[in-house]
C-alpha cells in the first residue's frame, strides 16, 4: 500500500537557520503530495501542494519540489522564523480519487532565538 | 484562516453521556471526513462522507456515529465513550474527484477530553 516517511524529529534550529525536513513515499501510479502544519494546540493546515512529477509547491517562504525519480517531496526553507515552530506533516492522496490521504508521522521543529 | 468550522473546541464529556461534535464547511466541497489524531501522532481516518453518503467506515467502534444531513455539515455523535477516546477530532472537506488530487481542508479541531 502507499505510505509516508519522514525524518525523525524533532528538529531544532536557530532562527534564520536554513530547514530541510526530509519526506518519502512509496504509491502506486501518481500520487498527488502535499505539506500540512499543525501548529500547537490548532488543526492542520495545508502548507504547500503538488499535483505532478516536477512540479514545485510554495507558500511562506516554504517550498517542496515532486521528484518522481526519487520518490521525494523535500521541504526546504531558506530562514526560519521563531512562528515556524510546529509539527510538518507529509502526506499524499491517491490520485484516482479514494478519499485516503496518507500521512507521515510528522516532524516537530522547533526554532529557537 | 480555515474555512471548516468545528464545535465545541474543548468538549469533558463523562462515560455515560451523550453529546455531538458539530462541522460546517462553506467552499462547495462534496466530500467531508472525519480523523482522529492522538498526542504526537498523525490524523486518523474515521469515517468519509461523499455526497451526503457515507463511503468510507474504517472500522470505527460504534460508539461514534456519523451523520450527514447536507453538503454543507457534518457531525459526529459520541455515546458510552472511554477514556482512551480522549483527543483532537478532526474534521476535514474537498471536492470528491479533480485535478488537484483531493486536497483535503481541515478545520480546527475539537478537543475531546472523557472522564
Known amino acids: 500500500g502507499d505510505s509516508v516517511t519522514q525524518m525523525e524529529g524533532p528538529v531544532t534550529l536557530s532562527e534564520e537557520a536554513f530547514l530541510t525536513i526530509n519526506c518519502t513515499y512509496t504509491a502506486t501510479g501518481y500520487p498527488s503530495l502535499f505539506w500540512y502544519v499543525q501548529y500547537p494546540g490548532e488543526g492542520l493546515q495545508l502548507l504547500l501542494k503538488?499535483?505532478?512529477?516536477?512540479d514545485k509547491g510554495s507558500n511562506k517562504g516554504f517550498e517542496a519540489t515532486y521528484r518522481k525519480e526519487t520518490t521525494s517531496f523535500h521541504l526546504e526553507k531558506g530562514s526560519v522564523q521563531v512562528s515556524d515552530s510546529a509539527v510538518y506533516f507529509c502526506a499524499l492522496s491517491d490520485p484516482r480519487g479514494y478519499q485516503k490521504v496518507t500521512f507521515g508521522t510528522g516532524t516537530k521543529l522547533q526554532v529557537i532565538p | 484562516d480555515t474555512e471548516v468550522t468545528q464545535t465545541p473546541k474543548h468538549l469533558v464529556m463523562g462515560m455515560t453521556n451523550k453529546k455531538s461534535l458539530k462541522c460546517e464547511q462553506h467552499m462547495g466541497h462534496r466530500a467531508m471526513y472525519w480523523y482522529k489524531q492522538k498526542a504526537k501522532k498523525p490524523p486518523e481516518l474515521m469515517f468519509v462522507?461523499?455526497?451526503?453518503?457515507?463511503?468510507i467506515n474504517e472500522s470505527v467502534p460504534s460508539r461514534f456515529s456519523p451523520e450527514c444531513p447536507n453538503s454543507s455539515l457534518l457531525n459526529l455523535h459520541l455515546h458510552a465513550l472511554q477514556p482512551e477516546d480522549s483527543a483532537l477530532y478532526l474534521c476535514?472537506?474537498?471536492?470528491?474527484?479533480?485535478?488537484?488530487?483531493?486536497?483535503?481542508?481541515f478545520g480546527e479541531g475539537s478537543w475531546l477530553t472523557v472522564v
Open positions: 503538488a499535483t505532478k512529477a516536477d
Open positions: 462522507y461523499s455526497y451526503e453518503k457515507l463511503s
Open positions: 476535514a472537506s474537498s471536492p470528491v474527484r479533480g485535478s488537484s488530487g483531493n486536497t483535503i481542508y
